[in-house]
């Protein structure tokens, strides 16, 4: 079975500084990566996906992911954020050939002035 | 592109009401959806998943009886909470996958339902 890993549940940063919220996954076969945004109160927003190809993918919102099979990561980094990138961001793993998606426990980005 | 509507987006009830919530994709036509709740400050726990014209597929734990999904054609699926009590509180939402596209395209969400059962 699939499984993600957030490792932080939360992250502060100051504005206009880089971040980094990490993401691990497990599985025996080959995957599609995801990183979902969520908002208060809403739903989810797709920031960017991994499917093949270039392991570094850019997204939404000045946002970017490296696919790295060797350490079974698929971390998003920003190198400088907005206040308005406060929000849930949520990893996620599906199997090639299945629609599901595993999510991980999300990580909550807190940017402050 | 790819837009999913849910509604209503906050309800508030008595226990024992039934509720029904409404999933739809406004710009193309989903041949599948799936339903999450998601309790506060946690992760999504899908729930089901919802094949027009088929019966839904529940994950193990979830009550098909208490949670019932209707996929009737491919730009709408309705998850109806049955008799609902205060522990059915909760956030629930839905997504969409474009029909007859490859199996790696991903799930467009709806902006959430927040349920509470007085």
């Known amino acids: 079975a699939q499984s993600v890993t957030q490792l932080d549940s939360q992250v502060p940063v100051f504005e206009e500084a880089p971040v980094e919220l990490r993401c691990n996954y497990s599985s025996s076969v080959s995957v599609y990566l995801f990183w979902y945004v969520q908002y208060p109160n809403q739903g989810l927003q797709l920031l960017l996906k991994?499917?093949?190809?270039?392991?570094l993918v850019k997204g939404i919102n000045g946002f970017e992911a490296e696919f790295n099979k060797s350490q079974t990561s698929f971390h998003l980094r920003k190198p400088s954020v907005h206040i308005s990138d406060t929000a849930e961001y949520f990893c996620?793993?599906?199997?090639?050939?299945?629609?599901?998606?595993?999510f991980g426990t999300g990580t909550r980005l807190l940017v402050s002035p | 592109g790819a837009v999913v509507s849910q509604h209503p987006s906050w309800v508030i009830c008595k226990s024992g009401t039934s509720v029904k919530i409404e999933c739809r994709s406004l710009d193309f036509q989903a041949t599948t959806m799936f339903w999450y709740r998601q309790f506060p400050k946690q992760s999504l726990m899908l729930m089901a998943t919802s094949n027009e014209g088929s019966k839904a597929t529940y994950e193990q734990g979830v009550e098909k009886d208490k949670f019932l999904i209707n996929h009737a054609s491919l730009t709408l699926s309705t998850l109806t909470v049955t008799s609902a009590h205060p522990e059915d509180s909760s956030f629930y939402i839905c997504s969409a996958r474009n029909r007859g596209r490859s199996d790696n395209q991903p799930q467009h969400f709806g902006d959430g339902t927040r349920l509470s059962i007085l």
């Open positions: 996620a793993v599906s199997v090639a050939g299945f629609q599901k998606l595993v």
């Open positions: 991994y499917l093949s190809g270039s392991t």
